[in-house]
Each structure stands twice: as C-alpha cells, then as structure tokens.
C-alpha cells in the first residue's frame, strides 16, 4: 500500500512538474521582452527576501505534519484535529509575525540593491509580495492531512491548475498591458485561490476536521510538538539563510542584473530540484509509516534503495543541465545572459550536494530524529554568510556560490549522515557510516566522469535551435544512462532499485488474464484518487474499477476447483459437534502482548460466550489446530502477503474444518448474540444494503458463525489459497468480499445462506467514535439498542480519562472487562 500510494503520488508531480516548467520559461521571456532583466532580478530579490522572512514558520509545518502520521495510521480523528487545530493557531502567529517584519523592512528595501534602481513603484511590488506571502499561512495549514494520508496528489493537482492558469494570464497580461502590477496581482489571486480550493478540499474528505474547532493537544501532545518545533526551528533558520541569501547578497555585492540572470539558472535548478524532490516526497509519507511499524534492517534496506535512486536522479539532472544549460538560455533569453563555466560548475556542485541530502532529510525529518543535529544548520548558515561576504569581494558571483559549497562541505555533509545511521538505523552504524562516506565518494567520482564523457560525446551537435537542442538532450540522456548502467548495473543497490520500482508495476501485470487489464486496472486506480472521496466522479470511477475487478475474479473463480465434496458431505451430519462451540480468534503474537483494546475484546468475548471454547490463535499453536499450505506461510514470512489476508485464509479453513464462530480481535460484544444466532445454522453481522462497499453490507467478514463444512467457507478457502498460490499481487484490499460477492451471484446455495440471515447490528461501527468521549450510560445504551456486536481499530491513542478528569468510554469498557 505504501508503494501504490507513493507511485501515484509521484506520477502527478512527474506530468505537472513537466508543464509548469515550459511555461514558467515562456513567462519569463516574455517578462525580459516586454520589461527588462532587472525585472527577473525584481522578482528573485523579493522572492528572496520573504524566503527570509519565512524563518517566522520555525519549521512548524514539518513538525506537525511528523505529529500526524501516527494519529493518521491508527485513524486518530480526535487527535487529528487538535493536531489541526494547534497548527491553524500557530501559522495564524506566523502570519502576524511575517506582515510585522515585512512592514518594518519596507523602509530598507533599498539596501539590498547595489547602486539603486530605476525601476518604479519597487515598494508597491513588495506589498504585493507581502500580501501573498501572508495570506498563504491562513490557509495552506489544511493541505497538511491530505499529505499525512499520503494523497500529496491531489494537493499537487489543484496546484499545477491554478499554476498553468496563472502563467497563461500573465503571458497574456504582459503582451497586451506591459505591466507589471497586474502581473503580480495575477500570481497572488491564482495562489489564494489554490490554497482555498485545496482547504476546501481537505474538509471534503475529512469532514471530521470541521466539527470540533476548538480542542487542543493534551500537555503531553503539545510537550512533545514544542520540542520538535524547537529542532525544526534550527534547520529552518539555518535552510533560509544558506539557500536564500545568495540573491541577497548579489543584489547587494554586484547588482540587480545578476540577479536576474541568476534567477534564470535559479528557476531551471529549483525546477529540476522540485522535480526530484517531489518524487522524493511523494515517498515521505510512507518513509513515515515505516518508521512507525518497521525494524531498522529494514530501515536501512529502503533507505540503500531511495540512495541509489537519488543518486541516479541528480546525475542525471547534472549531465543533462552541464550539457543544456548553455544552448537553453541562450536560445531563450540571449548569449548576454549565460554564466561561464567555472560558475556553472559551482551552481551544479551546489545542486548535487543538496539534491543527495534529500533522503536522509526525508528519513531525518518523518522519523523525528531532528533533534539530534539541530544547532548544525545555524553552524552552516554562519559559515554560508562569512564566506560568501569575503570570497564576493574578490570572486564575486562564483564567491558566493564557493562560500555555500564550502559550508555544506564543513558541516551538514557529515553531521546529516551520522545523526542518521545513528539514531535512526541504530544497528551498526558505525559500519554503514564508513560505508556511506566510500560510497558517496565513488558516486562523486562516477558522476563527474560521466558528465565529462557526456559533453565530449555530444559536442558535435550544433546549438542553432530548438530542435537540435532536442536533439542533443535525446543524445545527452541515451549516453548517461548507457554510460551508468556500464558502471552501475553490478551494484547491489542498483539491483534492488530495480526490482523494487519494476517488481511491483510489473505485479498487477502479470495476474493471469493480460497486461492489458493490468493497466486498467492501475489507471483506473490513478483516476480514483484524483476525485474526491464522496464526489460523483470518484464514485463513477471507482464502481468501473470495481466491475473490472469482478470481471477478473469470475475469469479467475471459474477456472479453479473449489468447495471439494468431502467438505461439503460433512454438512449436516449429526448434531453440533464440540468444536462448532469453539469462537476463533487471532492474534499472531502472545495475546499478552496485545494492545489493551484487543485484550479488552478477548475479555468480553469470554464474557459473553460462557458456553464456549475461546480459542486465540498465535504463531505458536497455529499448527495444532490447521494445517495450511506451506506456500502460505512462505508468502507471509517473505512480506508477500500480509497479515490480514493471512487471517482471510486461516477463518475461512477453521471454519471449514471446524465450523464455529470467527471474532476478529478487536471486536467488542456489548451482550451476547446466542439467542439470536441460535435461529440460524450460519450468522454474519449484516447491516442495511449499501453499495458503496463491496459486499453491499450483506456480510461481514470479522464476525461469522458457520457448521463445520460451511459451502462457502470451504469454497472462500480454496479459491483464496489458490490465489495465494498464483498471484504475487493483492488485486484489491477486500478481496474476500469479492470471492464471497462471486459465490453470491453463482452458487444458489450459498446465496439462500447468506440471504437467510437478516439485518443485524447496523451500528456495529458506532463505538470506535465514542472511545475518547466522556462516558454517558444513555449514550451507550442508545448506541447499543441495535447492536451488540461492535467493530473497533485498536490503532489509536485510547484515555480512560478526560483532561477534566472524566471517565471515557475506553476506560467504561476497560472497568467493565476487568478480571473478566
């Protein structure tokens, strides 16, 4: 799930990436046509400038964003929105913070440009930029739970719109009016309008942010943000002034003019940056969710596989800009504007060093181990600000560009690294320290060599136009990845990246019936998630991603052998056997170890089934009760089928072979459910018809009742082990609902089953919402007039007091098991 989500993520940065590039280029020439350069020094100064202010946010979005993806993994809701809550408050103080400072440097705004300049109504565009600048914090704080649910997608897609919107108006307001207000006025309406859309768009998908205002995080829970605000803080101030002071300092030491044409080579780095970087991002959240459930062998393992892809990334970004970076800017905006070579070197040096930082960043921040290394990034700014000061004077613009190399080099080269394999891979970091700095000198090495060979092979080709400048980058790329695959195809690394990327596209196409429905099926997927979640349009997509999945389970189902006769002539012999009063449950390790919800489930399953055997399941007894398919435990210790399908396999055979009643473990029974199930030889809990879900609500998986040699249980064993045997891809979540649909609508015996049983425990969903809240008995009493029979998550923060010092419902049902 991690992965699929990240490809998406990253498929929707690649394509807007791509367009806003081309077009932030033709408003950039059109602005030197029309204008002057000055004017692209205009805009890098003052986007430099509020960079700069910027410092105010202290790395409070990181922070909060780390903070929810625990809440957001075990569906948190209330802590979700305090979390928000806090985060509104805090960027409203960075808002404030932002427009105070901006006012107050308005009257120096002429410092910063070395010998003056001519261009008028200078301090009306920095009001302008002040304004966008401020009303970004009110809004965009929404935007982070879309990014902690790992759908930075759609944020992204709403972004790349109102972009594209925006460089066409101003392209067009250039041409016809010449000015540059409007121009300005143009990016600050389109950057408001996206951050609302996408606010608005958070609500929509999470309604449960917008019902409760008001709560804040516990003292703990703000004990904790305080202290990752304080590190981020570090980093932000010392990521500011090493990454923005260079336009500062340039304006002031040698002119607007270069500023202008820095900017050029600022927008084609930031832009190829940003292009990595998002496909970097586009992995954060899932680094995030690793780090909260995985071991660090396995941490590390992932981190090797994201090195080596970023290593080929930014080689390749600086082959192809070393190669192109003359011919595009000359083609674009004129021979006056292209740097020489020593300073293209610098800009590239800078380029991949900071490009090879992102994915100990990426591992650093979601992993919270900032706190380790946060004096460093004030060392480096320090160091950035009094270099660049002395080498400018005599180097000038390569001065600067040497001061931020050469402060990267004393401290974050090294620093990040070891705060890294330190606290966060932990197990022999000493070892993988030493290995990392080998390593990252070889690729230096390698990266050189081959950009070298890449613009002595392509040198020939002429640079009169863009098509020979098409030409060239086509020849350009074909060289490097021939030139890497012949120094890189050995590396393990290089290896497990590939498996990695390919192995898991390559998954849902190799299921049995063609690649084509393979990349139905991915597209299908990709369409779904660009909708919102209870839009017409996803709801459209989603039921034509549904029929093509049961299009290929009934290919599947009706070529495999299921429910064998054996099974099915056990039926109804005798009477209720003594393992038909056995209630299964499981729970892979010792239940003792087990969240206290789930043992709060296993006490009232024993209270309410006096009569019965309960039997939890563990890696330790499985074997004396089932014997499943070696395959089987083969794919679940190899990470290829996961513990919820394993546990669709191993109900379905307990109650083929047994009969009896299957209780997921976190099930709470609130009464008994005997007398009413005592009607029925099979019972499922079954709420009123509903097709948003594949089963239609006409069963439940995590709770049946069923003889020994149940038809359907049989039948839903074969068929998924048999898929277990011949898929390495799970087609779909809830699969079991789409075996047990297929049996619906073709076996008569099993739908007269299912259709026996009526509808039951419709609030079955009920209580997980009331768990934090303070315990009302009419309030549970309501909740439990329908339903005895509940479903909980026990992925969460669960208080059995209020901060007034209430009793919770969590802790009502705790007091209620105790010693049960």
């Known amino acids: 799930m991690r992965t699929k ?16 590039l081309i077009l932030a280029f033709a408003g950039r020439s059109m602005l030197v046509r029309y204008l002057s350069v000055d004017y692209l020094g205009v805009n890098g100064l003052l986007s430099n400038i509020f960079n700069v202010l910027s410092v105010t946010e202290l790395g409070i ?45 308005l009257p120096f705004l002429g410092y910063f440009i070395k010998g003056g300049t001519q261009i008028a109504h200078i301090r009306l565009y920095y009001v302008l930029y002040l304004l966008q600048t401020v009303s970004s914090y009110l809004l965009t704080y929404r935007a982070s739970i879309i990014f902690a649910h790992q759908k930075q997608y759609i944020s992204n897609f709403v972004t790349y719109i109102f972009t594209v919107v925006r460089y066409l108006l101003q392209i067009i307001l250039l041409a016809a009016t010449k000015n540059y207000s409007l121009y300005l006025l143009v990016q600050i309406i389109c950057n408001i309008l996206s951050n609302w859309v996408i606010a608005r768009q958070a609500g929509k998908m999470y309604p449960y942010i917008d019902k409760d205002k008001h709560s804040l995080p516990t003292k703990e829970e703000k004990r904790k943000l305080y202290k990752n605000i304080g590190a981020m803080s570090m980093h932000k101030i010392g990521a500011v002034c090493v990454y923005n002071t260079d336009s500062l300092l340039m304006s002031a030491f040698v002119g607007l003019r270069s500023v202008g044409i820095y900017s050029n080579y600022r927008l084609i780095l930031s832009s190829v940056s940003l292009f990595f970087q998002q496909i970097f991002a586009s992995f954060t959240a899932s680094v995030g969710n690793l780090g909260a459930s995985e071991k660090s062998g396995k941490i590390y393992e992932v981190y090797r596989i994201l090195y080596m892809a970023s290593f080929l990334c930014y080689g390749y970004g600086v082959a192809m800009m070393a190669l192109l970076f003359r011919p595009f800017i000359t083609l674009t905006f004129g021979k006056e504007y292209v740097f ?21 960043m990426c591992f650093r ?57 330190k606290y966060a891979v932990k197990e022999g970091y000493r070892k993988k320290l030493k290995r990392f700095f080998g390593q990252y000198f070889l690729n230096f090495v390698i990266i050189a060599a081959v950009t070298a060979a890449v613009l002595l092979i392509c040198s020939p080709v002429p640079e009169t136009n863009f098509f020979w400048f098409l030409i060239k980058g086509i020849a350009g ?34 299921l049995n019936y063609g690649k084509a429905f393979g990349y139905k099926l991915l597209g299908l997927r990709f369409l779904c998630r660009l909708f919102p979640s209870k839009s017409s349009v996803r709801y459209s997509m989603e039921m034509k991603r549904r029929k093509a999945v049961k299009e290929w389970i009934s290919a599947f189902c009706g070529s495999m052998e299921y429910g064998g006769e054996s099974i099915k002539d056990e039926k109804g012999k005798g009477g209720q056997r003594p393992e038909e009063k056995r209630v299964w449950c499981f729970w892979w390790q010792k239940p003792e170890h087990a969240p206290e919800l789930v043992k709060i489930c296993f006490r009232s399953l024993k209270e309410q089934f006096p009569e019965r055997e309960a039997v939890i399941i563990t890696e330790e007894n499985i074997r004396n009760y089932i014997e499943l398919p ?26 083929a072979e047994y009969g009896g009643i299957w209780c997921d473990a976190t099930i709470f029974l609130m009464d008994s459910p005997e007398e009413e199930m005592r009607n029925y030889e099979f019972y499922t809990v079954k709420g009123r018809r509903d097709k948003t879900y594949v089963s239609e609500n006409r069963w439940s998986g995590f709770f049946i009742k069923a003889p020994k040699g149940c038809p359907l249980c049989a039948a839903c064993r074969d068929l998924l082990c048999a898929y277990c045997r011949s898929q390495e891809e799970l087609i779909d979540y809830f699969l079991i609902d789409y075996l047990i649909d297929f049996l619906y609508e073709n076996d008569e015996a099993i739908r007269s089953l299912i259709d026996s049983v009526p509808v039951n425990n419709p609030g079955c969903h009920e209580l997980q919402g009331l768990l934090n809240t303070p315990f009302s008995e009419s309030a549970v009493r309501k909740t439990a007039e329908e339903s005895c029979i509940f479903k909980l998550n026990y992925r969460g923060e669960f208080q059995k007091e209020t901060v007034h010092h209430e009793k919770t419902v969590y802790g009502w049902l705790a007091e209620r098991t105790a010693d049960k």
């Open 61 to 105: 979005g990181t922070a909060m964003l780390y903070g929810m993806y625990k809440p957001v993994a075990d569906q948190d809701e209330q802590k979700i929105t305090r979390l928000l809550n806090m985060y509104r408050r805090l960027y409203r103080l960075v808002a404030a913070g932002v427009a105070a400072a901006g006012i107050v440097l």
């Open 365 to 421: 921040d979601t992993m919270g181990v900032f706190w380790y290394d946060r004096y460093k990034p004030v060392l480096e700014a320090a160091i950035n600000l009094v270099l660049s000061i002395i080498l400018v004077q005599k180097y000038e613009i390569a001065g600067i560009l040497m001061g931020t190399v050469l402060s990267f080099l004393f401290t974050s080269f090294w620093v990040e690294p070891y705060v890294f394999f």
């Open 477 to 510: 790329t074909i060289c490097y990845f021939l030139l890497m695959t012949a120094v890189s195809w050995k590396r393990e690394d290089a290896r497990k990246l590939m498996s990695a990327v390919c192995g898991r596209l390559s998954d849902l196409l190799k």
């Open 340 to 360: 020489g070579p020593f300073v293209v070197c610098l800009i590239l040096m800078d380029f991949y060093f900071g490009g090879m930082r992102q994915v100990i």
């Open 630 to 655: 070696d395959f089987v435990y083969q794919k679940l210790e190899e990470g290829k089928i996961s513990f919820a399908f394993f546990s669709d396999i191993l109900r379905m055979s307990l109650l």
């Open 5 to 20: 989500s990240s490809l998406i993520n990253m498929a929707v940065n690649v394509f807007g990436q791509f367009f806003n």
